[in-house]
């Protein structure tokens, strides 16, 4: 139980476009849904903690312009890279948490995103 | 502020032999406490958890940890080590309802297993 999706695993993206990603958590509901960022050899960064039909909260420094997340339903988070650039080349993973509530978090694979 | 601290970066063992990762936090309510494990390009998988009660708690793989609200610490120890053990350690804590759940990490601990 408790399984997280991301879909796409991998992309490869021209500099100026943009990307989404998609999170499902398939066995369970999620009250909220976290995105990570994930730069080599280095821990993950919180970007912003979504609940569902509700505005995503931004962390400090990150732009809520460029990096759209919408929570559309209890098992489904998105997150667009708008007009991606190399330095957002990065491993972007998501997390969940049960709407049963506890403060575990179930991590999706993660997607690693090349812009060129 | 809150904050998740993992001394050591890199660890080298060999296979058979026990491990310990420390972790220690700075957090003034009662921590709730988590150690994850993350193979190369995967995402992370739960080892184990500390909320309350028992403060030795177990978990996955033969994990156990500690928890030493007096030292601040939450260790995580395995007595015997397998090849398959080795990869990227993280220890966290999370900010409860008034920090919306939000999980605060270590840097992590590199686990290389020798033969």
């Known amino acids: 139980g408790a399984v997280v999706s991301q879909h796409p695993s991998r992309v490869i993206c021209k500099s100026g476009t943009s990307v989404k990603i998609e999170c499902r958590s398939l066995?369970?509901?999620?009250?909220?849904m976290f995105w990570y960022r994930q730069f080599p050899k280095q821990s993950l960064m919180l970007m912003a903690t979504?609940?569902?039909?509700?505005?995503?909260?931004?962390e400090q420094g990150v732009e809520k312009d460029k990096f759209l997340i919408n929570h559309a339903s209890l098992t489904l988070s998105t997150l667009t890279v708008t007009s991606a650039h190399p330095e957002d080349s990065s491993f972007y993973i998501c997390?969940?948490?049960?709407?049963?509530?506890?403060?575990?978090?179930?991590f999706g694979p993660g997607t690693r995103l090349t812009v060129t | 502020a809150q904050s998740v601290t993992q001394p050591d970066i890199h660890i080298t063992v060999s296979e058979g032999a026990s491990l310990e990762l420390r972790c220690n936090y700075s957090?003034?309510?009662?921590?709730?406490l988590f150690w994850y494990v993350q193979s190369p390009g995967q995402g992370l998988q739960l080892l184990l958890k500390y909320f309350s009660g028992d403060t030795l708690v177990q978990g996955i793989k033969g994990f156990e940890a500690e928890f030493k609200r007096s030292q601040s610490s939450f260790n995580l120890r395995k007595p015997s080590v397998h090849w398959s053990d080795a990869a990227e350690y993280f220890c966290a804590v999370a900010l409860g309802p008034g920090g919306y759940n939000k999980l605060i990490f270590g840097a992590g601990t590199r686990l290389a297993v020798h033969p």
């Open positions: 979504s609940n569902e039909g509700s505005k995503a909260t931004y």
């Open positions: 066995d369970f509901q999620a009250t909220t």
């Open positions: 957090y003034g309510a009662t921590p709730y």
């Open positions: 997390s969940a948490t049960p709407l049963a509530g506890g403060y575990e978090q179930y």
